[in-house]
């Protein structure tokens, strides 16, 4: 079945260190990918997404996603953690061999040390 | 422009209890979107409205109905609820229309509702 996997469930980072936030999927067909962001006690929203073209994505809050074809990934990356990055972060996919639907991955909390 | 709103945010009920959830969108989107989420587990759909008058099952339907009232409204309902529908729900809406080719669209959440059936 096609999916999306999202390593770790949460991933601790010091402030001012980078953030790596990984996600695959399994597909033959590359998707349209997206990250979207929940921070505590809020709904979702997005950060980047992918469709075609570039393959590096620039998001909001100074996020950016390479998405690779060779590796099926699309991990996010930040190369200095703030304090205010600390929320659940979610990976999506919409496969084309799936009946063009969205689905998402389980999430990961990122947790910023002082 | 409030975007996605949702009501109540915050509700208990007990076991066998009905209720609705509400969600409105003033985007003037035509697709509109019903999750859950559980520790762990992501987001998972319940059902979704790519237009008014149209509404189709996601991943975890059982349990649940909805009705698009209008373009604006997005219902959920619970019948009976039970201990396993304790749970965040989130409205979402789109522009575009899920499962179609092409549709590369992004989702608006809503700010979700705390649910607890006791």
């Known amino acids: 079945a096609q999916s999306v996997t999202q390593l770790g469930s949460h991933v601790s980072v010091s402030e001012g260190a980078l953030v790596l936030l990984r996600c695959n999927y399994s597909?033959?067909?590359?998707?349209?990918l997206f990250w979207y962001v929940q921070y505590p006690n809020q709904g979702l929203q997005l950060l980047l997404k992918?469709?075609?073209?570039a393959t590096l994505v620039k998001g909001i809050n100074g996020f950016e996603a390479e998405f690779k074809k060779s590796e099926t990934s699309f991990h996010l990356t930040k190369p200095s953690a703030h304090m205010s990055d600390a929320a659940e972060y979610f990976c999506?996919?919409?496969?084309?061999?799936?009946?063009?639907?969205?689905?998402w991955g389980a999430g990961t909390k990122l947790i910023i040390k002082p | 422009n409030a975007g996605v709103t949702q009501t109540p945010k915050f509700q208990v009920l007990k076991t066998g209890q009905s209720m609705t959830l509400q969600c409105a969108q003033d985007?003037?989107?035509?697709?509109m979107y019903w999750y859950r989420q559980d520790p762990g587990m992501g987001l998972r759909l319940i059902y979704y409205s790519a237009s008014e008058g149209t509404t189709d099952k996601g991943e975890v339907p059982n349990g649940y109905n909805v009705s698009r009232l209008n373009k604006r409204e997005f219902s959920l309902r619970l019948e009976s609820a039970a201990p396993s529908q304790t749970s965040v729900y989130f409205c979402a809406s789109s522009d575009g229309v899920p499962g179609l080719a092409g549709t590369t669209d992004t989702q608006y959440f809503g700010p979700g509702t705390r649910l607890t059936v006791l």
């Open positions: 597909s033959s067909v590359p998707p349209y």
């Open positions: 999506a996919a919409i496969l084309m061999d799936s009946n063009y639907q969205l689905i």
């Open positions: 985007m003037n989107h035509n697709s």
């Open positions: 992918y469709t075609t073209g």
